[in-house]
């Protein structure tokens, strides 16, 4: 294969083409490395058949290999702080590659004439193995749509599609009554590449923020943290900029599920004693610090948009198990000690 093989399975290097032996195929199979995601993926491949040859089983792997590189790739690039107007351009770019995959896959199933029970019914077809290959190709490129779209969509002015509605506006059909994709079962990945942080190091700060406007309704940064865990504190926020949650001036970042990742974030501080029982104002009674007194604290801290109290409210209550799978979606959270 030449550059990539989204294109070059389709119209240089095909499947047909390739007329290397079973024999061969299972010698190359040990010898073709694995690439790793580098960061816990939101979504996985449930394909309706196995592959038993030695040449598709080559192929699926070599498939993997290529969705893992732009996956990380992916990621790469956009997972960082910096301007609105790069992370645009960097979406718009992603977001028109996976698209002409989408396109280009969907025209050579249409001009070889494949349907999908040509591989899942036995004996329905002697191509059997090229039309696997072929649409084994387009659920990982329907995976890394949705992958582009449920990391970066705040990036972009683009629709967000569901993937039935990749398949009725890319592929002009109805969705295979089971997915290709489907919400990541696995483990999650407990070292993830860090993220990139553009324009400067960020510098975490162990009082309160003098650029944010005092408002004496809210307690100090004396007031609410305990001083034996002021240095853990600002290794936390620096992770906070790592993962996009705020930028390198404290101020949050409004992409979706950011404020319950904050709340989840406040609410793990507080169960792990980052917080005061109580304050003793000037000549008046102790008062006791309350759910109210951390999330307006850190929503000043962090800015308009960042104000978690709802979320922090309900994952104390009700919503206690989404709390505990964010833990297990974010390591670093239930890593906090």
Known sequence: MSKDLFSDILYV???LKDQRSEVKFKELLPKLDKEYKETTPTQEIRFPKKAFSAKLKYYEK?????????????????????????????????????????????????????QEKAFVVPGASADAD??????????????LFLE?????????????????QIHELYFKELPPQDLYVVDFSGKPISNPKPSKNVGGKFNAIKADLDFRIPNDKIL?????????????????????????????KYSFIDKRGNKQVIAAFLLSLFEKGYF???????NKPSKKIERKHITKFFAHRYGPGSNADKEYRNFEGTMRPKYDNLLIKHPWLDQIS
């Open 220 to 248: 100090t940064y004396a007031e609410l943290v305990k001083q034996s865990k002021a240095d853990a504190l600002a290794r936390l926020e620096e992770r906070l900029v790592e993962e996009n949650l705020i930028d390198n």
């Open 148 to 164: 582009l779209q449920e990391r970066f969509n705040e990036h972009s002015n683009e629709d967000i599609l569901t993937q039935e």
């Open 276 to 282: 005061n029982e109580r304050i003793f104002p000037d």
């Open 13 to 15: 290097d095909t499947y």
């Open 62 to 114: 070599l498939i993997d290999k290529t969705t893992a590189t732009h996956f990380n790739e992916m990621i790469s690039e956009l997972d960082r702080t910096s301007t609105n107007e790069h992370l645009q351009f960097l979406y718009q770019k992603w977001h028109n590659r996976f698209v002409s995959y989408l396109i280009n896959i969907q025209q050579y199933i249409q001009n070889n004439e494949m």
């Open 130 to 143: 090229h039309t696997h290959a072929i649409f084994y190709l387009k659920a990982n490129a329907i995976l």
